[in-house]
């Protein structure tokens, strides 16, 4: 499953500097607005248990990293130029900016808790700055959806299916399907007559598009600049250090740490080096602030309802034909079964599958057998 999360956010958020320390790409960096005028794609990855602690043997991962047991497992990001107040209607470069949106699967709204005169913002004010943010990207997917409406109407009059159906013709472009549509028409009151549609329905599928199907979570940037971060963590806001990270980022290309998880300076890194890295590791561990990574995990692990499976040839080694362990992890639905994971490797062995079988308990698995996070599945095809 391709994962794709977009960092959205006013001009000045930070969000390239946050690009930059997750995905490892040098981007433009400045303290002005539009520093990023198209947007920039990359790799980060979300972290989660690997199965390898209970083998007791290295994986050795095709795509990603582990650290002491740590998976790291790729996903797509997304660096955003910035949005302002009627980027949704199409001012300033309003088209490109949302139509970069439509390939995200979600997203971080980050928020800078400082204003032009460097003071701080208070928390409720943040909240709505926030939500500007979101209403812009809510009234750009409504006025795509509105689109044409009437004519979209006629074309599928005809048609005799289920709501879904027809709108899989309208929404198809950002690319949701038909369950999740349907979750969307449940969530409210939706006519059955799209040709009675107006500016509220639009408005509120497009709402529940942005906030279930396409989460949005909203990240305090520049909490390294802040004493007590408290007031913000405890209103549900998710507070990062972008310049953190990038600092961890580059101490890590340099060797001055070995693993970015714990931040230990090795013996390359001076008393200096050896003493920020110490304070970073410090506000990190007092709580302060959260790593960049478990937002990412959370929101595509649990906002989104996903789970990481991994696919091996030999269910007793769990190796791929090479003897290489745990080498693939994939990123499925909950929900998702043995044979959604058989079509995910490749579509011929999908087609073929004939059955699974469970890495750990050596049972027989059929194609509707659902998945659970960290299985090690072995899929046997004709």
């Not at 007031?231 to 101490?251: F, H, K, M, T």
Request: glycine content about 8%; overall charge negative.
């Amino acid at each position: 499953m391709e994962i794709t999360v977009g960092i959205a956010g006013k001009p000045n958020a930070g969000k390239s500097t946050l690009f930059s320390a997750m995905t490892g790409t040098t981007v433009a960096i400045g303290d002005y607005q539009f520093t990023t005028t198209e947007t920039t794609r990359g790799v980060s990855y979300i972290v989660t248990k690997c199965p390898h602690l209970e083998l007791k043997h290295e994986c050795s991962p095709k795509h990603g990293k582990c650290f002491s047991g740590r998976r790291y497992v790729p996903v797509d990001v997304l660096d955003i130029p910035g949005l302002i107040e009627g980027s949704g209607q199409g001012k300033g470069m309003g088209n490109q900016f949302m139509d970069s949106i439509r390939g995200a699967s979600a997203m971080i709204n980050l928020i800078n808790p400082f204003n032009q005169e460097k003071e701080r913002i208070p928390v409720d004010q943040l909240t709505n700055e926030a939500q500007e943010v979101e209403n812009e990207i809510i009234i750009w997917f409504a006025s795509r959806l509105g689109s044409e409406w009437e004519k979209f109407c006629r074309k599928v009059s005809h048609m005799n299916g289920p709501l879904e159906e027809k709108l899989i013709q309208k929404v198809g472009f950002f690319g949701i399907g038909q369950p999740e549509i349907r979750k969307i028409l449940n969530s409210g009151n939706f006519p059955e007559l799209l040709n009675s549609w107006g500016n509220d329905e639009m408005t509120e599928f497009s709402r529940t598009a942005m906030t279930v199907i396409r989460p949005m979570e909203r990240v305090v940037n520049k909490g390294d600049l802040i004493h007590d971060t408290s007031e913000l963590i405890n209103s549900g806001l998710r507070v990062i250090s972008a310049d953190y990270e990038l600092s961890i980022q580059r101490a890590y290309s340099l060797g001055l740490i070995t693993d970015m998880d714990s931040i230990e300076p090795t013996p390359k890194a001076n008393e200096k080096q050896s003493l920020a890295l110490e304070k970073i590791r410090n506000e990190y561990r007092a709580g302060k602030l959260v790593r960049i990574q478990d937002v990412l995990t959370d929101l595509v692990k649990n906002r989104m309802e996903n789970i990481v499976v991994y696919p091996v040839y030999d269910d007793g080694k769990w190796c791929d034909k090479d003897g290489n362990i745990l080498p693939d992890a994939f990123i499925m639905k909950k929900g998702e079964t043995a044979l959604d994971l058989a079509f995910a490797v490749h579509t011929d062995i999908g087609n073929g599958f004939i059955r699974a079988v469970d890495g750990r308990t050596r049972m027989i698995l059929g194609k509707t057998h659902e998945l659970k996070d960290s299985d090690v599945i072995r899929v046997v095809s004709r």
